[in-house]
């Protein structure tokens, strides 16, 4: 079977085939019939947030259940899945208080290779770690808790979204946040995340919802999906603009790009009594400079938010029953491509173009 892999930080990933183990005990085996293409993978794939190489790369994926592992019972041959990306022990005191996003038992996963420290892909006798889900692979052996059924009347390709972009976006909003209605909300960075911030800030009757960022393409998908104001960060003025949109600063900015320079922005933007979010991944070693006397006289908080606080069984049926009731739009956000571009889309998300690239197997 195909699979796009990485060999080498800077490097193209090698669209080649590659052997999958069947899965084992608690595992199952899904074929993937859509994936996103999110920055986190090119975060990995230049080296900035390193990942133990080869690995099959790809964490956004949705499909069909294939074949299962001992002990698996949660889902059957032929349920249609997405994948929520981020695994969990179930057993630690995060996961044990409702904070699975947390977890802090999964030295496996940030090893590349399943719960039993192997991995199921190889090619000539050399193993091929595991990017979590490993979604850019037309089947991919996934730790069951993240494999989530969904109706098959659904989009697979939309649905893909869901298990990386949407609970992270909607996540910071409603889980993080808690943003309560007329409050304000400013999004700093509208790509695939952040326009999910604004369909969560609607949600959750936000007033106004002031989006920023430097492609005009991306403002007017975010003005489609809720935002009531838009600035164009390329031309400057940013921060005078969202003060007076958001009557002399936000409650709530949520930063979806994790630079240095835009998470300044963002903490500039902060109201009286309002917070930052933090919710775009920051290289390693990156700080930040605060005015500590204004935090304390304005009680700001800043605050980081990781994948949307998931509690998966309590938050993908809220997610699908949005996207039923039309409050979660996924289909403008998109736009299809085959494995073989993986490298194509890659360029685009860093060209800043507007929608998210979804590989259809
Ligand atoms: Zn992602
Ligand atoms: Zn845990």
Redesign the pocket.
């Known amino acids: 079977m195909r699979a796009a892999v990485l060999y080498e930080y800077g490097s193209p990933l090698r669209v080649e085939e590659i052997e999958l183990d069947p899965p084992r005990e608690g595992e199952v085996l899904v074929r993937m019939v859509a994936s996103?293409v999110?920055?986190?993978?090119l975060h990995t794939i230049k080296g900035v947030h390193p990942w133990a190489l080869p690995v099959v790369m790809g964490?956004?994926g949705a499909g069909v259940v294939e074949e299962l592992g001992p002990g698996v019972g949660h889902v059957a041959p032929g349920d249609h899945v997405v994948l929520s990306?981020l695994p969990y022990c179930g057993r630690c005191r995060f996961c044990s208080v409702g904070r699975p996003n947390l977890c802090e038992d999964l030295e496996w996963s940030i090893a590349g290779t399943m719960m039993d420290g192997t991995t199921r892909f190889h090619r000539d006798g050399r193993r091929i770690h595991h990017y979590n889900t490993s979604s850019f692979a037309e089947r991919s052996v996934v730790p069951a808790q993240t494999v989530i059924p969904i109706d098959p009347a659904l989009p697979l390709a939309e649905f893909a979204l869901m298990g990386?972009?949407v609970m992270?976006g909607v996540g910071a909003v409603l889980n993080t946040a808690r943003v309560r209605p007329g409050e304000s909300v400013v999004v700093v960075g509208c790509g695939g995340v952040g326009l999910n911030v604004v369909q969560g800030a609607a949600i959750a009757g936000a007033r106004p919802i002031v989006a920023v960022d430097t492609k005009a393409a991306k403002l007017a998908l975010a003005r489609e999906l809720g935002a009531t104001h838009a600035v164009d960060a390329s031309t400057g003025g940013v921060e005078d603009a969202v003060r007076e949109f958001s009557g002399g600063g936000a409650d709530h900015v949520f930063e979806a790009i994790g630079q240095p320079e835009t998470i300044a922005l963002a903490l500039a933007l902060v109201g009286r009594g309002g917070q930052a979010v933090l919710v775009g991944l920051a290289p390693p070693d990156a700080g930040i400079a605060i005015d500590a006397l204004t935090m304390a006289f304005e009680e700001r908080v800043i605050r980081g938010s990781w994948y949307g606080g998931c509690r998966p069984a309590v938050d993908f049926p809220l997610l699908f029953e949005l996207y039923r009731a039309g409050a979660l739009r996924l289909d403008s956000l998109i736009s299809t491509c085959a494995l073989e571009d993986v490298n194509d889309a890659f360029a685009a998300m860093e060209a800043g173009e507007a929608a998210r690239s979804v590989i259809v197997f």
């Open positions: 996103g999110c920055r986190s993978d964490h956004e990306w990386c972009a992270t």
